[in-house]
């Protein structure tokens, strides 16, 4: 399969998504205005009698017919337009911004620091196969990333935030303050990011670690691996340069197959920690119903798992040659 293949794929994906996309949230129970119905389940409901309904249904173009409303979903996305956020009052790219950059941070952070740990973590436990090693590792790391990523939210929380004050439970910044130095500003955000981005890495290391120990295994028993020790090179100089190196090729596809799940999945550590980012939103967004702004949620977390895939789809081709010429 040419990379003029794969494109088309992905286009054809996208389209599929984009249709997907516009109708899911349609079929949930409720409807945008629900939060202004007078529904003792929200927060602060505002009566609205008939006509002001109707003329907010108007509005937001929620009073025409569905194809109409999958007409006009398109088109404003070939213009870039998002639409207006109904519960927040805002343009949903501006809202989606704003949460992003939080999400990206986290999501970015964790996802470095447990592909890194699992990777070597794998790969030693995998080298030191039946050992002390390899039985602690595999107990420690299957023991931690087995529970819940909102229990481990709240354990942290009651723990390290509560108990011993050591961070901040909630939020991406300390609110109203005004920081002297960059430095500062930029220590206030990591102290906020520690805890949620220490939930992520602890519920999500398992798998990378799993994965890398069974190809490493796979990867120790093959000839050059003999031929490398023949020669007298040292264990750690083998498992570096070469065990690691042609383990890794399945790595790939799991970062990509994780890196839109990661950015999903944090709905419950940014709702847990009020973490402002696009987890956060989304739950927001289905809580009050916000068409196009769990439209422009799902649009993001779509795109970026698909960007993932075909970059891991280059990287593959790179690493593995053969691939090139399948």
Not at 47 to 52: N, S
Not at 269 to 276: D, G, I, K, L, R
């Amino acid at each position: 399969m040419n990379i003029i293949t794969k494109i088309i794929s992905y286009i054809t994906l996208i389209i599929s998504i984009l249709t997907f996309n516009f109708f899911l949230p349609r079929v949930m129970p409720g409807d945008p205005l629900s939060f202004l119905t007078g529904n003792p389940t929200m927060d602060m409901p505002i009566v609205l009698d008939e006509e002001m309904r109707a003329e907010l249904l108007a509005y937001y173009g929620l009073d025409k017919p569905l194809l109409q409303q999958f007409t006009d979903y398109m088109l404003n996305l070939l213009h870039g337009n998002l639409g207006w956020s109904i519960y927040l009052n805002a343009p949903v790219s501006d809202v989606l911004i704003g949460a992003l950059k939080w999400t990206f941070l986290l999501v970015g952070t964790a996802t470095t620091i447990y592909i890194v740990l699992g990777i070597v973590l794998g790969a030693i436990s995998a080298w030191n196969r039946g050992r002390k090693m390899d039985v602690g590792l595999l107990t420690f790391v299957l023991s931690v990333s087995s529970f819940p990523s909102f229990f481990l939210g709240l354990l942290f929380i009651i723990l390290l935030g509560l108990n011993f004050s050591l961070f901040p439970v909630s939020g991406a910044q300390t609110p109203f303050t005004e920081y002297s130095t960059p430095l500062e500003a930029a220590l206030d955000i990591l102290r906020h990011l520690f805890l949620p981005a220490m939930t992520l890495v602890i519920a999500h290391i398992g798998g990378t670690y799993l994965l890398m120990r069974n190809s490493m295994l796979n990867v120790i028993g093959e000839d050059y691996i003999q031929t490398a020790r023949a020669k007298g090179l040292s264990e750690r100089y083998i498992m570096y340069k070469h065990a690691m190196k042609n383990a890794l090729l399945p790595i790939i596809t799991s970062i990509a197959l994780r890196a839109g799940f990661m950015i999903s999945g944090t709905i419950f550590v940014e709702t847990v920690f009020a973490y402002p980012g696009v987890g956060r939103l989304l739950y927001d967004a289905v809580t009050y119903r916000d068409y196009p702004l769990l439209q422009g949620a799902f649009l993001i977390i779509t795109l970026v798992i698909i960007a993932a895939n075909f970059i891991a789809d280059m990287m593959y081709a790179h690493l593995d040659p053969r691939v090139k010429h399948e």
